[in-house]
């Protein structure tokens, strides 16, 4: 089945250090690929997509880019803030959808100042 | 209006109470999903709805009962839950069941004692 792989957390940076959160998945098909953030205490906020390989999602200086030949869609901003603390979820939708999502673990990024 | 508003955003029961989970949305999605997320874990997805009608049941309990009574609207009722029910509830809602974006709402945070 399909199944997404996501680098053990806690991350701890400094603000205005390079992030990187390492994602992976093993899917049958073309699925669509999906940051979601989560907040203490909230739901799920979407935060960058792709549906198709070499893709590339944005949002608030966020980038992941859909690669198909690693089965890879990892996170990257150039300088995070405080604002940034939160657990970020890398997710796949099956048959290119958002209708099944499968999930990682889960990273929590803590920036301190 | 982008949201998708679940209510309530607390609750306790107990192992013999009836209660019921509601979430609302006004976007004109056709396709409404339930997740449940225990602590420290990723959502998984348990049940989806497609105009109005059940199209997935991830093998839930009985003791959860979704209901879609209409196109905004879509219900969760409980009864006899277990302490390990004790998760929080994310609905969330698509254009259609093969969108490729998904709006979650804020959770409703249920503990069963």
């Known amino acids: 089945g399909d199944s997404v792989t996501q680098m053990e957390g806690p991350v701890t940076l400094s603000e205005e250090a390079f992030l990187t959160i390492n994602c992976t998945y093993t899917a049958t098909g073309y699925p669509s690929l999906f940051w979601y953030v989560q907040y203490p205490g909230e739901g799920l906020q979407l935060l960058l997509k792709?549906?198709?390989?070499?893709d590339k999602g944005s949002n608030k200086g966020f980038e992941a880019t859909y690669r198909k030949e690693t089965t890879s869609f990892h996170l990257e901003k150039g300088s995070v803030q405080v604002s940034d603390s939160a657990v970020y979820f890398c997710?796949?939708?099956?048959?290119?959808?958002?209708?099944?999502?499968?999930f990682g673990t889960g990273t929590r990024l803590q920036v301190t100042l | 209006d982008t949201e998708v508003t679940q209510t309530p955003k607390h609750l306790v029961m107990g192992m013999t109470n009836k209660k019921s989970l509601k979430c609302e949305q006004h976007m004109g999605h056709r396709a409404m999903y339930w997740y449940k997320q225990k602590a420290k874990k990723p959502p998984e997805l348990m049940f989806v709805?497609?105009?109005?009608?059940?199209?997935i049941n991830e093998s839930v309990p009985s003791r959860f009962s979704p209901e879609c009574p209409n196109s905004s609207l879509l219900n969760l009722h409980l009864h006899a839950l277990q302490p390990e029910d004790s998760a929080l509830y994310l609905c969330a809602s698509s254009q259609e069941v093969d969108s490729t974006e998904a709006f979650f709402g804020q959770g409703t945070r249920l503990t069963v004692v």
């Open positions: 997710a796949l939708g099956d048959r290119g959808t958002a209708s099944k999502l499968t």
């Open positions: 709805y497609s105009y109005e009608k059940l199209s």
């Open positions: 792709a549906t198709k390989a070499d």
